[in-house]
Nanobody, 122 residues
Framework: QVQLVEFGGGLVPAGGSLRLSCAAS????????MGWFRQAPGKEREFVAS????????YYADSVKGRFTISRDNAKNTVSLQMNSTKPEDTAVYYC???????????????WGQGTQVTVSS
């Protein structure tokens, strides 16, 4: 079993900052990448940011580039998303994911957290 637990969602005024974290636990034999998607009401889930677990290379959606920063703590199997200069359009449920293998014989698979609500007030 693999569990992803998110922390840090909430209400923030436009222009403010918020930090999300996600911890992976359980059968996390080898992590390849972790990241975040988000889904606003009535919209499809969209990519936000990701980080390669070995290289630390980061990737961002154009809509958050320069405002959001993703980071990792390899020792704690944790990924964080620092959200600065937030906008009302950042309001969404944010989902953490991890691409990993659960043991040495398993195929790589994607696991998801339950999601955490972020609301940016105008």
């Amino acid at each position: 079993q693999v569990q992803l637990v998110e922390f840090g969602g909430g209400l923030v005024p436009a222009g403010g900052s918020l930090r999300l974290s996600c911890a992976a636990s359980g059968r996390t034999f080898s992590i390849f990448a972790m990241g975040w998607f988000r889904q606003a009401p009535g919209k499809e889930r969209e990519f936000v940011a990701s980080i390669n677990w070995s290289s630390g290379n980061t990737y961002y959606a154009d809509s958050v580039k320069g405002r959001f920063t993703i980071s990792r703590d390899n020792a704690k199997n944790t990924v964080s998303l620092q959200m600065n200069s937030t906008k009302p359009e950042d309001t969404a449920v944010y989902y953490c994911y991890a691409d990993l293998t659960s043991d040495r014989f398993a195929d790589r698979d994607r696991y998801w957290g339950q999601g955490t609500q972020v609301t940016v007030s105008s």
